[in-house]
């Protein structure tokens, strides 16, 4: 039987997968994102190509796939028809005035604890039908994501950022200086100088951007630190700290000033000159398609943030 005229010979399921594998590399990273097994994904692929009468990628072995001229060109066009496939199917089961479907976001590590709890309750409260899907990782990771579309929206600091992100100024965090109860510094009670900590053992939080602009500050003042511990880990980073193996510098400050483990940690201010106040962004891609779900988020956390980010 002729195929209609104006009905695509593609379809939805071939676009996910050309589009998942154009971003993850390989047809197996692409599967086990899908929840398909290879050689469906292989075969949609295969079956898009022919729809299409073009060649979207060059398989190279053991190394993946890599886009062609021609595939790069549809790849922006079928994440187009993908977002509005799925507004299609999110306004389908929406309710009047209601919000239905997931939001992906994307937090750094130190944001989420002070930042994220508020606001994703009210947010589902005001909409229960939407849900959020949410990730941490390192700043550079966060960015790769919210390229490839694997989230919609994240919270970053106001460091390291791509040009090609829209970004909105939530707030701003001034550095702060955690010294072990007893340090000679600490005990002082005054705002400390980084320069009294050159020769000191340091804990830096090492995850881009925070282990970077830390580093750069000590530059600023004009010594290296002796970074003695490295770690992931906010609060691992304040327990060291609070067992006396060095001091660190951190942009969050919790309610209280102990470590898991309960003991003290002395938490100051730069002496002047103060390095300059670090802002929490909201960003997205410019160039990106927002669906109904993520924009309604966008536009909940603009109408939170006319309140202050606590710290």
């Not at 695509?8 to 997968?17: D, E, F, N, S, V």
Request: aromatic content about 6%; overall charge negative.
């Amino acid at each position: 039987m002729a195929r209609s005229e104006g009905v695509p010979a593609y379809t939805i399921r071939q676009l996910a997968a050309f589009v998942a594998v154009a971003d993850w590399g390989t047809i197996t990273a692409a599967a086990d994102a899908l929840h398909m097994s290879h050689s469906a994904v292989s075969a949609s692929i295969n079956d898009l190509e022919r729809a299409l009468d073009v060649t979207l990628f060059v398989r190279q072995r053991a190394r993946g796939v890599r886009l062609t001229p021609t595939g790069h060109a549809v790849l922006e066009r079928a994440k187009t028809v993908l977002h509005f496939a799925t507004e299609l199917e999110s306004d389908a089961h929406s309710e009047a005035g209601s919000v239905v479907g997931p939001v992906a976001v994307g937090c750094y590590p130190s944001l989420g604890p002070t930042l994220l709890p508020s606001l994703i309750a009210g947010f589902t409260e005001a909409h229960p039908r939407a849900r959020v899907d949410f990730r941490e990782d390192t700043q550079d990771r966060l960015r790769a994501l919210l390229d490839s579309r694997e989230l919609d929206v994240a919270f970053l600091y106001d460091l390291e950022l791509d040009p090609g992100l829209q970004t909105v100024l939530l707030d701003s965090r001034q550095p702060m200086l955690l010294l072990p109860a007893e340090h000679p510094a600490a005990l002082s009670g005054e705002p400390v100088r980084l320069t009294d900590l050159a020769q000191d053992p340091m804990v830096i939080l090492d995850a881009p951007p925070s282990s970077g602009h830390a580093m750069s500050l000590c530059a600023e003042a004009g010594f290296s630190p002796v970074v003695a511990y490295r770690t992931q880990n906010y609060e691992t980073a304040r327990s060291f700290v609070g067992r006396g193996l060095g001091w660190t510098l951190l942009l969050q400050r919790p309610a209280q000033d102990v470590s898991y483990e309960g003991l003290p940690i002395a938490v100051r201010p730069f002496a002047e000159p103060k390095p300059a106040p670090v802002g929490i962004l909201l960003a997205w891609r410019k160039d990106a398609l927002q669906s109904r779900v993520a924009q309604t988020f966008v536009d909940f956390v603009l109408t939170a943030g006319e309140h202050e980010v606590p710290e």
